[in-house]
T-cell receptor
Framework: GAGVSQSPSNKVTEKGKDVELRCDPI?????LYWYRQSLGQGLEFLIY????????KSGLPSDRFSAERTGGSVSTLTIQRTQQEDSAVYLC?????????????FGPGTRLTVT | KQEVTQIPAALSVPEGENLVLNCSFT??????LQWFRQDPGKGLTSLLL?????REQTSGRLNASLDKSSGRSTLYIAASQPGDSATYLC???????????FGTGTLLAVQP
């Protein structure tokens, strides 16, 4: 079946502009995660959605970052007033439940470059 | 704070050799540990997931072990092939929200 998909695959933006990154999880997966992979920081957790529960936003690096998940499916990560240090690959993952027994499946990522 | 370390950072082996990748974590209170591979410019592919109550998991030529009390996991790759060349990442899940804490990865090159 279809895996996790993300769009766009690449995004180049100017410093100060806002960007939106999209994630389509595997159909039926109730848990969705955003991670960021950068050269200096490795792979780090950003935010987690599970069903209708309040999201865990503990990994968001600043208030310029926000995310939504509409209808329990598609998610959008928004970065406002982008900075050069936001340049990274943004990865989305989903799992069949939020419980700890289930593996997370990752999408191909969106490579964000802030010039 | 959970910290995950992978050794070695890079490894080059000739085709056919068996090899072991190491992962260590500082907090043994984990729910599970997952091994991934990442090809250049691509996302992560899940390889194996070991629950905290398990000692090992096997899939084809891959075998992952977990010693939770000592904070260690190993990924054993048998009869390595050039197609195994990738970065291998381990990640531990230690919280109620299932967020993964990743190691820095091991870059594996299998020479034909």
């Amino acid at each position: 079946g279809a895996g996790v998909s993300q769009s766009p695959s690449n995004k180049v933006t100017e410093k100060g502009k806002d960007v939106e990154l999209r994630c389509d999880p595997i159909s039926g997966h109730t848990a969705l995660y955003w991670y960021r992979q950068s050269l200096g920081q490795g792979l780090e957790f950003l935010i987690y959605f599970q069903g209708n529960s309040a999201p865990d936003k503990s990994g968001l690096p600043s208030d310029r970052f926000s995310a939504e998940r509409t209808g329990g499916s598609v998610s959008t990560l928004t970065i406002q007033r982008t900075q050069q240090e936001d340049s990274a690959v943004y990865l989305c993952a989903s799992s069949s439940q939020g419980a700890n027994s289930f593996p997370q499946y990752f999408g191909p990522g969106t490579r964000l470059t802030v010039t | 704070k959970q910290e995950v370390t992978q050794i070695p950072a890079a490894l080059s082996v000739p085709e056919g050799e068996n090899l072991v990748l190491n992962c260590s974590f500082t907090d043994s209170a984990i729910y599970n540990l997952q091994w991934f591979r990442q090809d250049p410019g691509k996302g992560l592919t899940s390889l194996l997931l070991i629950q905290s109550s398990q000692r090992e998991q096997t899939s084809g030529r891959l075998n992952a072990s977990l010693d939770k009390s000592s904070g260690r996991s190993t990924l054993y790759i048998a009869a390595s092939q050039p197609g195994d060349s990738a970065t291998y990442l381990c990640a531990v899940n230690g919280g109620a929200t299932n967020k993964l804490i990743f190691g820095t990865g091991t870059l594996l090159a299998v020479q034909p």
